[in-house]
């Protein structure tokens, strides 16, 4: 039972123009959500994150929105640059009985190819 | 400053077979997990520490998997009697916060392939 969901294995999108990746979850016990970035052989880079009690999330390029009634959300790229392709995926966590949000459940990622 | 380091970068054993894997995580990060990636999915989460203690296993798939961390810093995942169904890629993560949101420092993986 996929909690998060990537519904789009990959994207293509032209340089310079916008990439929009987009991210579903189930569990509404979820309360705050990340985008990492994977380069081939290399660990996941986190790349922005979002606490629920917001709606958007801006760092430089990148602006991850979250829609808490549609269990939705989605992170923007603008302008897309050839660097940017890369596996991204969406991930969630939960307030633990810790305190702690440390167990992140992802998704299946999208590959962003952006062509120059 | 080193990142999160895993040792060995790929292993191929044999099934029925005994391994280790070794995750050395960013100097003073107290919080370290332990994840596996099959192919085509995305990570799933097995054992998280804190400090030296296993704070949640709830994602080791069975007994036959067992993490240690036995000084609050290096940690090794061991795997027996391994079965085709473990090749993954295992990724080891750490992170400083002791408590509340704290971004995991994920290392390269160890590849494992059970023939």
């Known amino acids: 039972d996929q909690q998060v969901k990537q519904n789009s294995p990959s994207l293509s999108v032209q340089e310079g123009r916008i990439s929009i990746l987009n991210c579903d979850y189930t569990n509404s016990m979820f309360d705050y959500f990340l985008w990492y970035k994977k380069y081939p052989a290399e660990g996941p880079t986190f790349l922005i994150s979002i606490s629920s009690i917001k709606d958007k999330n801006e760092d430089g390029r990148f602006t991850v929105f979250l829609n808490k009634s549609a269990k939705h959300l989605s992170l923007h790229i603008v302008p897309s640059q050839p660097g940017d392709s890369a596996v991204y995926f969406c991930a969630a966590s939960a307030l633990g009985s810790g305190g702690s949000n440390y167990k992140l459940t992802f998704g299946k990622g999208t590959l962003l190819t952006v062509n120059p | ?115």
Do not use: M
């Not at chain 2, 380091?5 to 960013?26: A, F, H, M, W």
């Not at chain 2, 097995?46 to 290096?74: H, K, M």
């Not at chain 2, 061991?78 to 509340?100: H, N, P, W």
């Open chain 2, 1 to 115: 400053g080193a990142g999160v380091s895993q040792t060995p970068s790929n292993k191929v054993t044999e099934k029925g077979k005994y391994v280790e894997l070794r995750c050395d995580p960013i100097s003073g990060h107290t919080a370290l997990y332990w994840y596996r990636q099959s192919l085509g999915q995305g990570p799933e989460f097995l054992i998280y520490f804190q400090g030296t203690g296993a704070a949640d296993d709830s994602g080791l798939p069975n007994d036959r998997f067992f993490a240690v961390r036995p000084e609050g810093s290096v940690s090794t995942l061991k795997i027996q009697r391994t079965e085709r169904g473990d090749s993954a890629v295992y990724l080891c993560a750490s992170s400083l916060v002791l408590a509340g949101i704290g971004e995991q420092f994920f290392g390269p993986g160890t590849r494992l392939t059970v023939l």
